[in-house]
Nanobody, 113 residues
Framework: QVLLVESGGGLVQPGGSLRLSCAAS????????MGWYRQAPGKQRELVAA???????NYADSVKGRFTISRDNAKNAVYLQMNSLKPDDTAVYYC???????WGQGTQVTVSS
């Protein structure tokens, strides 16, 4: 089974940027849809962004224009570039291979001054 490991989280000031990475232990070439979810304290896990192997993307309204999802099949990796971060973006961010219901352990993102 392929394992997903996120990295790149941390503490950032409002307006700052972070780039999350998701490294897969095996090939993601056959994974159609890769995505990022997040879960803030006391809230349900929500979709942040998804990307199909064909290049179609889907973003939560709250992150459109600020976040960009990408994937590198050669490196078995998925990325989430997050710009203009807001305190409401504070959450644990999870990488997922949606077609196979595979999830990483999550990485904490905290946006605070």
């Amino acid at each position: 089974q392929v394992l997903l490991v996120e990295s790149g989280g941390g503490l950032v000031q409002p307006g700052g940027s972070l780039r999350l990475s998701c490294a897969a232990s095996g090939s993601i070439f056959s994974f159609n849809t890769m995505g990022w979810y997040r879960q803030a304290p006391g809230k349900q896990r929500e979709l942040v962004a998804a990307l199909t192997s064909g290049g179609s993307t889907n973003y939560a309204d709250s992150v459109k224009g600020r976040f960009t999802i990408s994937r590198d099949n050669a490196k078995n990796a998925v990325y989430l570039q997050m710009n203009s971060l807001k305190p409401d973006d504070t959450a644990v961010y999870y990488c997922t291979a949606l077609d196979y219901d595979l999830w990483g352990q999550g990485t904490q993102v905290t946006v605070s001054s």
